[in-house]
């Protein structure tokens, strides 16, 4: 039983550095929710989602880097386009891909 857990959390440490997020500005405060940033992960079977608002926040999920700054939004630093105020955007990654979404919308890079 004891080698069933330590490979359960062997397991679950292997896969923590593939998905992180942070919120820009202070920590308290964004968990407070008095920044207005938010970024939130979920993944399953290697498969994921990334779902970010707010004026700055990151979010790195299974080798990709999500970010929201200076009122654009990028992956792995190239520019996916300018974003409203009050943004939504959704990174899905899949079998299939890898598709960026703003406020329901296909992004694709450089959309201006």
């Not at 992180?20 to 405060?29: E, K, L, V």
């Not at 290697?46 to 790195?60: F, I, P, Q, V, Y």
């Not at 409203?84 to 890898?98: D, H, P």
């Amino acid at each position: 039983m004891k080698t069933a857990h330590y490979l359960a959390a062997l397991a679950l440490a292997a896969a923590l550095p593939l998905c992180q997020a942070h919120a820009g500005g202070n920590a308290s405060a964004a968990a407070k929710g008095n920044a207005g940033n938010s970024a939130t992960i979920s993944i399953n079977n290697s498969e994921g989602t990334a779902t970010l608002r707010g004026s700055r926040s990151t979010a790195n999920i299974l080798g990709d880097v999500v970010e929201i700054k200076d009122g654009a939004v990028y992956v792995n630093g190239a520019s996916f386009g300018a974003l409203q105020k009050n943004s939504e955007v959704i990174y899905t990654v899949t079998k299939a891909g890898r598709v960026l979404y703003v406020d329901g919308q296909a992004r694709s890079r450089d959309k201006r």
